[in-house]
């Protein structure tokens, strides 16, 4: 089976976002709960490298991890932790809001490929509105799913649009769905 990779900048925002949220020690507090595998990466903060490949599993574990032992099993983190995700990575073109949310997801299609892998992101048009994103071989798990729908809401916002429809209509942790489906409206 191939394995699954995100960027480390992803595990950055994570460990940027405990760290802002539940405080400097939380990482370090949760280690005992994480995998032996993700806690080797984690245990030093300093050593995850933002253009490095890590396991998918590392940031599932790690969300996962969050969500039991630090937002108290409230499983809505997973979007937050996507949004503050999008705002971590200033997702503007450039710094400056994008006034075609239509562009906007054409630059995120063209530079997903250096964040997941393997994996590759179909946008499809609907209307003016509303875009279809479909994720293929990148094989997904739920959490990390909802992570997306929080970085793509969070990513039209900071562009200045309002998010109406942000939902997963297939996901690909399904062993018979070919992509994950996510249907994004906006005003």
């Not at 995100?6 to 940027?16: A, D, F, P």
């Not at 245990?43 to 933002?50: G, L």
């Not at 503050?84 to 630059?107: H, L, T, Y």
Request: proline residues 3%.
């Amino acid at each position: 089976m191939v394995q699954m990779r995100i960027k480390g900048l992803t595990l950055k925002s994570r460990i940027q976002y405990i760290e802002q949220f539940y405080g400097k020690d939380a990482l370090m507090d949760i280690m005992k709960h994480l995998r032996p595998e993700t806690a080797a990466v984690l245990s030093d903060p300093m050593k995850v490298r933002a253009t490095a490949w890590y396991d998918l599993r590392v940031q599932v574990d790690l969300d996962q991890t969050v969500c039991r032992h630090l937002a108290g099993g409230d499983a809505s983190i997973y979007r937050r932790l996507g949004a503050f995700s999008a705002e971590f990575q200033n997702v503007k073109a450039g710094g400056r809001g994008i006034s075609d949310p239509w562009k906007m997801f054409q630059m995120v299609g063209s530079v997903f490929d250096r964040y997941f892998s393997p994996g590759r992101l179909e946008i499809i048009k609907v209307n003016d509105k509303e875009v279809m994103l479909r994720l293929f071989e990148f094989r997904s798990v739920k959490e990390n799913c909802l992570s997306n729908l929080g970085f793509l809401s969070k990513s039209l916002e900071l562009n200045g649009f309002k998010p109406t429809i942000v939902e997963e209509t297939v996901c690909s942790e399904d062993p018979s769905a070919k992509y994950c489906e996510y249907h994004i409206g906006w005003k």
